[in-house]
């Protein structure tokens, strides 16, 4: 009589250790699913940037000219090429003025799209529907379109912005060349460059500040913070993490602008006077054919480039630690 009682008290007791290993199994897999999904994407960026990056290392150990596009064998150099290249006084002009150029445009791609994104906020659906048209026109619009158009409005003889200039009280600035003084091509790429920027900035800002819970500003209201503290203290710290991602991306792209700063240059600009270090890199690589002080020098950029954005990418890091905890 008790032998079926106890088969029957040891049955649900087997029943979670044959249990285990599955539940285990099922719990790996769900912890390596995410890493299996991104592979390919992984894989995809370090054979589509990976390898090119190692070409260009190696080319900027070389002495890579025109007779080695020809077939003759690179002599290995070292690092000649990056002494030659962190000596030459040319290099820190071009280098300096490229910082100076990307804090400009930087800076004020930031701040007028941030204002454009609160002005969405504040704006009927109607012309927040125009100009977010207008945006996304804008940013469809090539490089190379956008300064051929920028080039007809900075004309000196027919250009629009000499003329409005002249009649509101500036009649010097009747035909003014813009295009021949390197003042005023670096004005003129530095408004296209933050013409093209908005739409990207403005887009960004504008979709983490609809994220912002009302119920938040609201209590912030009620209890007397007038509307630049509430952006400070309440708006403000819960968009960094989008304004800190679009201004990282801001530095990355300002830094190494090219098509605006070449296409001014063929207006007969002192070329020297307004090289950047993307001008710069190409001139010495395809117009003088020194492959691999070029490469050098990209190398050089690419890890200035990440030592300027460091304290961005550390606190990007940060914060997303902070918000899995």
Partial sequence: MTTPVLDVEV???????????????????????????????????????????????LMSLQKFGLAQQFGAEPEWVGLANYGKILTDPNMWVVFFRSVLFCAVCASLSMVIGMLIALLLT???????????????????????VTMVIWQWLFDARYGLVNWILARIGFPDMAGFPW????????????????????????????????????????????DGAGPLTRFRHVTM?????????????????????????????????????????????YRIGIGQGEYGDASALATIVLILTLLLTWKYIAKMFAQQKEVSE
């Fill in 11 to 57: 049955a649900p007791e087997a029943a979670p250790q044959q249990n285990a290993p599955r539940t285990r199994s099922r719990r790996v897999r769900g912890a390596l699913l995410p890493y299996l999904l991104i592979a390919p994407l992984l894989a995809a960026v370090l054979i589509a940037l990976g390898w090119p990056l190692l070409q260009q290392f």
């Fill in 122 to 144: 504040k704006v009927s659906s109607w012309a927040r529907i125009a100009l977010q048209v207008t945006l996304l026109l804008v940013w469809a619009t090539p490089a190379l």
């Fill in 179 to 222: 295009t021949s003084t390197p003042m005023g091509v670096f004005t003129i790429a530095a408004i296209t460059v933050i013409w093209g920027s908005l739409p990207l900035i403005v887009f960004m800002i504008y979709s983490a500040l609809t994220q912002v819970p009302a119920e938040v500003l609201e209590a912030a209201e009620l």
């Fill in 237 to 281: 710290p819960l968009i960094t993490p989008a304004v800190m991602i679009v201004g990282l991306l801001q530095i990355v792209w300002d830094l190494r602008v090219f098509t605006q700063i070449y296409v001014l240059q063929q207006a007969g600009v002192s070329i020297e006077e307004t090289n950047l270090l993307g001008t710069y890199i």
